[in-house]
């Protein structure tokens, strides 16, 4: 099994000695230069070890079955998949030729909690439906097409998905009958003129920027309102805004879409879902990222790390996610984990 190289201990290059690099209380776990990677085996059947892969490649984190997925964009035409286990070791990984993600494409990527894949080119979105079993997995390929250009998605479970709209405010529910081998697309957030949303919205929300399934079952999201980030929740068939206090969890400046190298790479990634039922939120706080963990239901918001310094860019996002108690996080083109925000 192989584990994590810890980055910077006792060398001239880290300005200090015998202490690992830190940021806002999290130590550095793998950075760009090459010199800390994601440590796996080379298996037989991969042929691109992804020990050769730096940190830099990697664009989005998602938590998932006690594990933290690391997806790499982009990689000699292939995109990468890391499995990490709570205690930080690498316990799988693998290979896929996704469609568009990592290239110039106004897609999205998504990574579920059993490490699925899914990638969107436009309105057309390819779904690899993984199955980890130990250190392997193995795969089929779908494929549908959106009723509209495709800005974020999420995995509900390993066959159903939710898919928003980058142009509008507007949320499927897709779902792959595993028997038929069909797959069935439905309307769950609409405006005041989509009748056959199953919720509705009095206005557009305007492009759906980012879309979390929390632990019980609620659906998080993020719009993007004429620059504006606002962060809503649907619940049941109520479609409710998550107020939270003077604060905005998710302000971002505003970004170009046409500029974005894939639709949803955003310089920071705004939600993700907390295993206790919270929001990990990410957003501009006094010129820097800020992470907090926001209840959906109360508004309140934790405040667990202050990114002073860090500036976010498309090559270089600020991405977290919750595994077990611990925060990992990526900024300045490293993977950052900060132990115990949760209480054991």
């Keep these: 099994m192989a584990a994590w190289v810890v980055a910077c201990v006792a060398t001239a290059a880290c300005g200090q000695e015998d202490e690992p690099v830190r940021l806002a209380g999290a130590e550095r776990l793998a950075d760009p230069s090459g010199s800390q990677r994601l440590g796996v085996d080379e298996w037989e059947d991969i042929e691109w070890p992804l020990e050769d892969v730096p940190m830099s490649a990697a664009s989005d984190l998602a938590p998932g079955d006690g594990r933290l997925y690391v997806l790499f964009d982009g990689v000699g035409g292939e995109e990468g998949i890391v499995a990490v286990s709570e205690a930080g070791e690498v316990v799988g990984s693998g290979l896929v030729t996704m469609t568009g993600a990592g290239s110039e494409t106004t897609g999205a990527a998504a990574v579920g909690a059993r490490g699925e894949m899914a990638d969107a080119v436009g309105a057309d979105v390819y779904p690899h439906t993984f199955r980890w079993v130990d250190d392997s997995y193995t795969t089929a390929l779908h494929w549908f097409t959106a009723g509209f250009e495709v800005g974020a998605m999420a995995f509900v479970h390993r066959t159903e998905m939710l898919v928003g ?16 081998g069909e797959i069935g697309q439905r309307q769950l957030l609409g405006g005041p003129d989509d009748t056959e949303a199953a919720v509705r919205s009095d206005e557009d929300l305007g492009p759906i920027v980012a879309i979390a399934v929390l632990a019980q079952g609620f659906v998080a999201f993020v719009t993007d309102q004429d620059g504006e980030r606002r962060l809503y929740m649907i619940v049941g068939d109520e479609l409710q805004e998550v107020a939270a206090g003077s604060v905005n969890p998710v302000a971002a400046e505003a970004v170009d879409l046409d500029g ?13 879902a907390s295993p206790d039922g919270r929001i990990v939120a990410v957003g ?11 209840d959906p239901e109360s508004g309140g918001v934790d405040v667990l790390a202050d990114l002073q310094g860090v500036k976010p860019t498309v090559d270089e996002r600020v991405v977290a996610a919750i595994v077990g108690n611990d925060l990992f996080f990526l900024a300045r083109g490293s993977l950052w984990r900060k132990e115990d925000v949760l209480p054991r």
């Design 165 to 180: 709209s980058r142009s509008a405010g507007e949320i499927d529910v897709v779902a792959l009958d595993t028997v038929t």
């Design 260 to 272: 974005l190298p894939r639709g949803d790479r955003w310089p920071m990634a705004p939600i993700s």
């Design 284 to 294: 501009e706080h006094e010129g820097a990222p800020r992470i907090t963990l926001v």
